[in-house]
């Protein structure tokens, strides 16, 4: 059985998407179409009225036609949406999916589509946005890592992913982490769930051990999919909460990790 | 007719030919987007996906990657061991057939990296994260491609459950009871009302209680599921379990998350 799905109309830019393309292809069959029909029939009278040789006559329609057959195929690429001027926010991937593989292009890149939940998300909140990475390095990118998305305005799901994001600014948008933005190493000593969950999110617990065996907890909600990453004894990313500068941390935050984020 | 008036006549054929089939093709693309820009993608329908994969049984390795001989009477003098799919690079050059060059970097079970190169077809089932049993090639050998260690092509399907399973136990992420995911393997898909987590991870892999509704009465399982899997049940609807224990003297069975065998 499967959720129902409201995906959205198509916007504007969709819209604009598919009438250029239907322009191109219509141009395409009214000047292919005549062209064709025009190679024949000047072939036929030209072996008819005149005394070339025909195997020339046909050598040359042949190239015609060939000609006419590359202006079919050849294709322009249509512009890229322009990126939207909405706010950053905070998703969870949940899902990479193979968007094109085997055949990268002429920059030799492919395209996975990231499949995330943005912070707080009803379960219908879904999001899609592409990530484009070099066929030769590959790609790892799990699921479970915090990304920086944009909304488009104009789309139900689609997003846009923002790769150059300061990974400390991203998690400040989940966890109002005061004081300095000093990144450490840290071991996760042990993860909880220590509540009921609002929707999809869970409250959770994580304490992590730093390099000088400081115990620091990270809590917030979190869907069961971001636990993955968060196994006692891996290693992980935090930046101290310095509520009073006086006194000593209890507290941190945990920084995404993955090559989306 | 000469030689040559024989090739021109061909060559123009076989140009109309061509001509006539791509203007075939354009005409199609126009009926097409005459309909209108296609609704929105749908990202949950990747997860209706991944559930389907779940919902199969095991298989060869051969036909899991699709590439690679078939399994055979061929007894191999070293066990094979589980690696873990790091990364997938390349995946370039797809040919006719469909199947694609590729390199998996793997992670072997002390830790060590190998990258394999051979042809798949199906990405799909190429993820980071994913088992793969594999053997070493003998000390100093590497196959043509320079391959020291290669997929366990000669495993059949339920030789290659049994090497998942063991692997599944020996993570901790299968109990004492999952030599019966081999007597009589039927996976069933049932929809759920509810997935907690019990703070358990291992393996990368998280362990969730799943609640299913089967002939109006709530049931529940526990096991590891890796979070896409997790996403997948969640977004599909649908979660893939099996009775372990057949029903005797008209008593119900115990229930287990179906493995997703790789």
Redesign the interface.
Known sequence: ???P?D????DAF??A??AR??QR??R??RV??PL?VLT?VA?VAILLLTDAH???V??G??TA??L??AV??VSDDDAERPRPGTDLEVAVV?????AD????GAD?Q?RV?V?ARPLGSA?SE???GDHRFR??????????TLIGIRRFPT????VRLERCVDPVALVRLREPVRGGSVLEDADVVS???TGEPDG?W?P?EVTVRTADRLLLVSECRR??????????GTAVRIVRDQRDPFTRPTRCAILPSGDTA | MDADQIVAVILFVVAALVCLMVWGFEIAAWRELKAGPPAPHDPASYFDAVVSRWARGPMAVHDWLAGGPYPDDRVCAVDPVVAELVELPDGSGADETGTVPTALRLRLPDGERTTIRLDANDAVNLRPGTFLPVYPEPPGFSDLRGNTWRPAWHLDAVAVARVMLGHRRALGLLDDGAEELLRDPRPERFPISRIRPTGTVRAGQVEVVVTFMRTGSALSVRGFLRPEEIAAVRHSGDVVVTELTVRRSGRDGRWALWPMWF
């Open positions: 059985m499967s959720i799905r995906t959205g109309e198509p969709m819209k998407v598919n393309q239907l292809v219509r395409r069959i292919a179409l064709e024949v072939t025909w195997s020339w046909l050598f329609a042949a036609t060939s006419v057959g079919l195929v949940v899902g990479v999916e193979i593989w085997g055949n990268a030799d492919h589509r499949i379960t879904l999001v899609h066929a030769g390095d590959g790609w790892s990118a799990r699921p479970g789309m139900k799901h689609l993860l909880r769930v999809d869970w959770t869907l069961p999919e971001e636990l993955g990453p968060l196994e006692p």
